[in-house]
């Protein structure tokens, strides 16, 4: 059974830092492509970030590339997303998915597997 579990959100302020994990079991993650989405109330879910299954490139949307950095260990089957100098638009529920294959990719559809999301509120 393919499971993706987030892990790491809470309360921050404004600055901080935090490291959000994605644990997966019941596929090999060696073969999968994960993204990291976020929703904030009231908004569409958004991509945030992708590690290619391959070889490992990276892609990042606009508003958090040069403070978030995604990183994978297949060893552990685990990604990492580590989110610096956070901000209050940066408040919203996490969501890490799986595609299968090489392919980077920021879009929902593009994704087969999701876990449940991990919050993340930034606020003074």
């Known amino acids: 059974q393919v499971q993706l579990v987030e892990s790491g959100g809470g309360l921050v302020q404004p600055g901080s830092s935090l490291r959000l994990s994605c644990a997966a079991s019941?596929?090999?993650?060696?073969?999968?492509?994960i993204g990291w989405f976020r929703q904030a109330p009231g908004k569409e879910r958004e991509g945030v970030s992708c590690?290619?299954?391959?070889?490992?490139?990276?892609y990042y949307a606009d508003s958090v590339k040069g403070r978030f950095t995604i990183s994978r260990d297949n060893a552990k089957s685990t990604v990492y997303l580590q989110m610096n100098s956070l901000k209050p638009e940066d408040t919203a529920v996490y969501y890490c998915?799986?595609?299968?294959?090489?392919?980077?990719?920021?879009?929902?559809?593009?994704?087969?597997?999701w876990g449940q999301g991990t919050q993340v509120t930034v606020s003074s």
């Open positions: 019941g596929f090999t993650l060696t073969y999968y492509t």
């Open positions: 590690v290619s299954a391959s070889d490992g490139r990276t």
């Open positions: 998915a799986a595609r299968r294959g090489p392919g980077l990719s920021l879009r929902r559809t593009s994704y087969d597997y």
